[in-house]
């Protein structure tokens, strides 16, 4: 079991425990680092679009002064970070993020999450995402408005046994597979038998095994990510076949579950490879089913009281929460650019199904972009659950943008409109032609963040540089590569005409 370093806990809004505010020094990382018999140290950072990057030092290259003067690496080599005649970087290791790493197994590693900071400046580096949310969490202290935002992701995910994929100029194919895939009900047994218990298609949620042929994968995960100092509460087989899981966080400020959320596809991606499976975050990779994405619940708190709860307002929310509903809902097709940040987030959020595109609120209708949850009525539980993320975001981008787009709802007063608690596929014509949708593409999302980025530039929280790089990046790698390349149905569908 992996060891975390000890700190002082306290109390969380709404009961439970979870590590208190910072309170690892350098040399407590040095010490503990001395009584596990560390041999290499780890140093995590983020890249923009969100991936986890890392190196390694022997234990003896760490001491108190790099957790200040920093450690260097090639800021070039990094996506969306420098260019080639600018590339020296350094990383700032955070103590309060120590934990042994579970994966290396070989000799004890200390992992440290680390911020980007610029030699030469001797600044903090605008384009380090981790800085972006604590910037993130600065604004929000200095508008009054509250003190703390909470933030609870709820990322699904597909476990399988076999992914192929390649493309080139004359091809381009993907094979997924999984043993649980319903459509390997009549596979034949070859050197084992086919024992059939398979959840089908849209329904796999909630069956015990043996249908849930995951619960014991899920629950290596759940365990070691407990013992990496990360609250959980719950996990569940998803509604596609396939292996769709999800494994629920506690709740926690934003930096902090950012780190987090990474740490979790970090142990979901780890724990599947030593099990002889693959996971991935896609949001839609498999056709005819549902796809994976990441409800955040959210909500503002200050000295320590719940700021989102009336029990007069509707769904017992308060009017500073129906205003920071109004900003998410304004800025929500700019929003979709950081927080459902692909090509393939597109896959799922397509209309007529049960994907959340309408850009309406409600207590209970979950096509809707912003969901107010009614599983208890304590003031504590009041929060707002915007679904139209996905866990292939950047976090500490995502969480930021969200934050600051509720925060500009509440200065400017934003009405969120009437909530919408209708079948909306029961809804006229007339009545449907009102709701707004979300973009339809990741090309119309970039554009709305293009148009609509004022409210993110707010205290000094995202730079003009890094929304332009990110916006760059993202129609040069990925739209554009996607759009300009044959899809194999367009060969079913035109090859003979």
């Given at each position: ?5 000890s700190?002082p806990?306290e ?14 020094t ?35 290259q ?5 957790f ?44 440290l ?16 995402p ?43 194919y ?11 009900s ?7 038998p ?6 089908r298609?849209k ?11 995951m619960?014991?994968?899920r ?61 991935t ?15 955040c ?18 769904a ?26 692909t ?38 539980a ?28 509440i ?9 919408l608690?209708?079948?909306i ?23 709305a ?47 003979e005409?």
């Amino acid at each position: 079991m992996t060891e975390k370093l000890s700190v002082p806990t306290e109390s969380l809004p709404g009961g439970g425990y979870a590590p208190a505010a910072p309170t690892k020094t350098p040399a407590d990382v040095l010490e503990f680092a001395r009584s596990k018999k560390v041999a290499q140290v780890d140093l995590k950072f983020i890249d923009l679009p969100g991936q986890w990057q890392h190196f390694s030092v022997p234990i003896d290259q760490l001491d108190e002064g790099s957790f200040s003067d920093g450690l260097g690496f090639d800021g070039s080599s990094i996506r969306g970070f420098q260019a080639i005649q600018e590339s020296d970087m350094l990383l700032i290791p955070d103590p309060t993020t120590a934990v042994i790493d579970p994966f290396s197994t070989s000799v004890p590693t200390l992992s440290l999450i680390c911020n980007v900071k610029d030699p030469v400046s001797g600044q903090m580096y605008s384009r380090d995402p981790r800085y972006v949310a604590q910037k993130a969490e600065a604004y929000l202290k200095s508008t009054g408005i509250a003190d703390t935002v909470y933030f609870g992701p709820e990322a699904e995910f597909f476990i399988f046994d076999s992914v192929r994929f390649d493309q080139n100029q004359h091809s381009g194919y993907y094979f997924v597979d999984s043993d649980e895939g319903v459509w390997n009900s009549g596979r034949p047994g070859d050197n084992r038998p086919n024992l059939a218990h398979r959840p089908r298609y849209k329904e796999g949620y909630f069956p015990v095994s043996p249908l849930d042929s995951m619960q014991e994968i899920r629950t290596q995960m759940t365990m070691t990510l407990i013992s990496m100092g990360i609250e959980v509460e719950t996990h569940h087989h998803e509604v596609a076949t396939a292996g769709q899981c999800e494994i629920d966080m506690r709740f926690a400020t934003l930096t902090r579950m950012a780190d987090n959320l990474l740490t979790y596809k970090y142990v979901v991606h780890n724990v599947a490879e030593r099990n002889g499976k693959t996971a991935t975050f896609m949001p839609k990779p498999i056709f005819a089913d549902n796809g994976s994405g990441m409800h955040c619940h959210q909500s503002l708190w200050s000295g320590g009281q719940p700021l989102f709860a009336d029990p007069k307002g509707y769904a017992g929310l308060s009017q500073l929460a129906l205003w920071y509903i109004g900003g998410l809902l304004k800025h929500a097709p700019a929003l979709l650019a950081l927080t459902s940040p692909t090509t393939n987030s597109y896959r799922r959020l397509v209309p007529g199904y049960e994907a959340p595109v309408n850009l309406v609120y409600s207590q209970r209708n979950r096509s809707a972009a912003c969901r107010i949850p009614m599983y208890s009525q304590s003031p504590k539980a009041k929060r707002v659950e915007f679904r139209c993320p996905d866990p292939l975001c950047n976090p500490y981008l995502a969480f930021s943008a969200m934050m600051m787009a509720g925060l500009d709802g509440i200065q400017n007063k934003i009405d969120p409109g009437e909530p919408l608690d209708k079948d909306i596929f029961e809804l006229s014509a007339e009545e449907k032609a009102g709701i707004r949708t979300v973009p339809g593409s990741l090309q119309e999302a970039l554009d709305a963040l293009e148009a609509d980025h004022e409210f993110l530039l707010k205290g000094g929280v995202f730079t003009p540089d890094l929304l332009e790089t990110y916006i760059s990046y993202k129609r040069t790698r990925e739209v554009d590569p996607v759009r300009l390349r044959p899809h194999p149905y367009e060969f079913y569908l035109y090859y003979e005409l």
